[in-house]
């Protein structure tokens, strides 16, 4: 390495070569001038690393030559000037023209080397400084990041490289001692602190991300490194990565999204299925999926080519899409339009996914569904293309309980559906199609059937122990299906209650049932009339105006009134159940629960509420004679609900026996084909004329 050159300017002779011998001894080079000019002259022909300098010099003195090479080589070059002791005023003037420090005479001769070593060492300190100060900026306005440092009180204390604020991170405007919330909300203030706090805790470098609304159009995402300098300040170094997520968007939408039809894409709707699959085990529900083909499709790429066929494609896919929402719920109110997933899994293959099936006719319904809206004409340019669609339904558990299997068991039953003639929709399973077509036929049918006047009421009487007599009936509803014929109101009640029809059907029921009652009242005949109700229409917050309004419209005296519920209307106790039955009794309507028995509640929890009779379920009473125990358990529920205050009705008496011994057990009335099968309306005043005498006869215990 050269060594550390050192140029003297002195016209005393004596002193320069004292000052030589001394720079020597340090190790260094030393270059000797005896007057000002002849300094430059050397400094110009080889640059020293130090320059000391006599104030008083003949031609040019040390203060011209400091200030000429301070101009020529910039603030680096240590100068040291040789001043006189105590002369203020040149050491003064010497700091003036750019000197780096003085030193004044008398020179000690034995230290003076010391003096200059120190002098190189801090020159060397400062030249050091100077390049890691360049380096650190080079390294700060080449990081595409805002870089400042914060306080803890959320203070920009400094700010590292103005160069990017405006660049590339818009909202970074902020200026030494500014608070962050100038210029970001409170809550990613709070973000950017807590972050802080943590980094200083877990000594970790913090990352998080953030988005800005930076205008009504525009909203970028940051994200924010921020490490810790000591305990008061930390550097953060926020960059814009509003790009990078947006590729990442677009990124997913290729992974995820079909080009064409803007659907989710096979590797999509398998992994969407994978987690429903999961749900469903969960929560334990079904689960449709729906595997839909067009038919034909194939001729129309080749005929009409491939564009038309990608047209008509996107148009299918918008089709179908209109048919999910159309579902506001698939039908009767479960799995949501957003709950539903349709993906195309590649050419003309379509797949819907339905969580939360409540019942597996809604998958079919809204399979026609799609397949009539696929029906009509798609019109091209020059013409009309028909186009319909096949579609397999397979369920979940039913049919295969992972993905796999279930789109594997779809896609054949779509098969299925091709092979039955096409413009078709099958399940997996065959009898299931049937079971289901047959309950939408069915469903159809029944809405139709209020139109048409197929349903009517017969009346079953009700014999009454203490009178010998007949007192009330119980209307009992019938459907005449133009083709099936008679149908059972336990096929026919159980679908109404799931489309809501329960409600009008219900009204009618009640309305007929009145009509006819006030007939029989006026033909001198005052029965009571009792009319089932289902749990949705006891549900049903219209009930009471609805039942008192059809009172009032009939002309029916209230107390002439039975309403019959079920266990299951009255299974979860609420405040509303309770309100419902008070009202109805003080309209002094009676209240008598059915199919006692069959449910699960119990008489202390029947006696808090307000009913007035019990009915003892038929199953009790058929086997009341001949089976084991049987006898005894309707013994106790008749002496229990006698306790209780409730009067009580046997249901299903065939046989004398049965009547003779429940008149013995005490139970005050009897229903049953023994006494009378549901009977026309116009036949009840001739059978009220029955003669009957039924003993109380004691059963025998099996
Ligand atoms: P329920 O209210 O318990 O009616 C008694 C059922 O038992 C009636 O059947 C009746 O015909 C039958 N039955 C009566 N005595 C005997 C007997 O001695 N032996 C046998 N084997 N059966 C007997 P139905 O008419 O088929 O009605 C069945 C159920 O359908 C009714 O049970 C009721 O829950 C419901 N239902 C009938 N009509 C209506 C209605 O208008 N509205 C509502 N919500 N449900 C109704
Ligand atoms: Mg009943
Ligand atoms: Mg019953």
Redesign the pocket.
């Known amino acids: 390495m050269d060594k550390f050159k050192v140029l003297l300017a002195d016209d005393d002779a004596t002193a320069r070569y004292l000052m030589q011998a001394a720079l020597e001894k340090a190790g260094f080079n030393a270059m000797l001038a005896c007057d000002g000019e002849e300094a430059i002259r050397l400094f110009e022909e080889n640059p020293a690393d130090m320059v000391m300098l006599d104030v008083e010099m003949p031609f040019k003195d040390g203060y011209e030559v400091c200030s000429y090479l301070r101009k020529k080589v910039g603030n680096e070059l240590p100068i040291i000037m040789v001043t006189g002791m105590d002369d203020t005023e040149s050491i003064d003037r010497a700091f003036d023209v750019g000197a780096t420090f003085f030193i004044a005479k008398p020179i000690n001769w034995g230290l003076i080397h010391y003096r200059i070593l120190y002098l190189k060492r801090t020159y060397l300190n400062q030249l050091e400084l100077k390049v890691a100060n360049a380096r650190n900026k080079a390294i700060f306005s080449a990081i595409p990041d805002a870089i400042f440092i914060l306080n803890s009180d959320g203070k920009v204390i400094d700010t590292c490289n103005t160069f990017a604020h405006s660049d590339h991170v818009s909202w970074f405007k902020s200026k030494r001692g500014d608070a962050l919330n100038q210029s970001l909300p409170e809550e990613i203030v709070k973000i950017y602190l807590g972050a802080i706090n943590k980094a200083r805790t877990d000594s970790t470098t913090e990352h998080f991300e953030y988005q800005l609304k930076l205008n009504e159009q525009e909203n970028r995402h940051y994200e924010c490194r921020t490490v810790v300098i000591d305990s008061h300040e930390a550097l953060c170094l926020v960059r814009d990565i509003t790009e990078r997520k947006d590729s990442e968007s677009r990124i997913f939408r290729l992974a995820y999204f079909d080009d064409l039809t803007g659907l989710p894409n096979r590797q999509s709707f398998m992994e969407r299925l994978k987690r429903e699959i999961k749900r469903a085990k969960f929560t334990n529900t079904k689960l449709a999926i729906l595997f839909l083909d067009l038919d034909g499709f194939k001729s129309i790429n080749d005929t009409m080519g491939h564009n038309t066929g990608d047209v008509i494609l996107q148009w299918a896919a918008e089709r179908i899409k209109n048919s999910i929402r159309a579902s506001d719920s698939v039908s009767r109110g479960h799995a949501t339009e957003l709950d539903i997933e349709l993906a195309r899994l590649g050419g003309d293959e379509f797949t819907v996914a339905i969580p939360n099936l409540p019942y597996v006719e809604d998958a079919l319904i809204l399979a026609h569904r799609i397949r009539e809206a696929m029906r009509l004409p798609f019109q091209l340019e020059n013409r009309d293309v028909v186009l319909t669609a096949s579609i397999g339904i397979a369920l979940y558990p039913d049919d295969g309980e992972d993905v796999e299997t279930l789109v594997k068991h779809a896609d054949t039953a779509m098969h299925h559906a091709k092979n039955e003639g096409r413009d078709n929709c099958q399940f997996y399973s065959e009898a299931l199609t049937n079971q289901a077509e047959k309950r939408l036929t069915l469903e159809n049918d029944l809405r139709n059937a209020m139109l048409q006047n197929e349903f009517q009421?017969?009346y079953?009487p009700l014999f009454d122990v203490a009178s010998n007599s007949i007192q009330s009936v119980?209307?009992?509803?019938?459907w005449q299906h133009p083709k099936q014929g008679f149908i059972?109101?336990?096929e026919f009640?159980p679908l109404a209650e799931e489309n809501g029809l329960?409600i009008p059907?219900?009204e009618w029921?009640l309305r007929t049932a009145c009509t006819e009652a006030v007939q029989w009242h006026r033909s001198g005949r005052c029965l009571r009339v009792a009319?089932?109700?289902?749990p949705i229409?006891f549900k049903n917050p219209a009930l009471v105006e609805s039942v008192l309004n059809i009172l009032a419209e009939t002309d029916l005296p209230p107390n002439k009134l039975t309403l019959?519920i079920?266990e299951g209307a009255l299974m979860e106790y609420s405040a509303e159940t309770l309100e419902t039955l008070k009202t109805l009794r003080d309209h002094k309507i009676r209240i008598a629960l059915?199919?006692f028995g069959t449910g699960y509640s119990s008489m202390s929890y029947l006696k808090q509420l307000p009913i007035h009779t019990i009915?003892v379920?038929?199953i009790f009473i058929?086997t009341m004679l001949d089976q084991k125990d049987s006898i005894s358990i309707v013994r106790a529920i008749i002496s229990l609900s006698k306790n209780l205050g409730f009067t009580l009705t046997a249901?299903?008496?065939?046989t004398l026996e049965q009547a003779q011994a429940l008149k013995f057990l005490g139970c005050e009335t009897l229903?049953?084909?023994?006494f009378s099968?549901?009977i026309n309306g116009r036949e009840i005043l001739a059978f009220c004329e029955k003669q009957w005498s039924i003993q109380a006869v004691e059963p025998i215990e099996k």
């Open positions: 009421l017969v079953q119980e209307a009992l509803i019938r059972s109101p336990l009640i329960i059907i219900g029921v009319v089932n109700l289902s229409q019959e079920t059915d199919d009915k379920d038929q058929r249901e299903g008496i065939e229903q049953g084909y023994y099968k549901p």
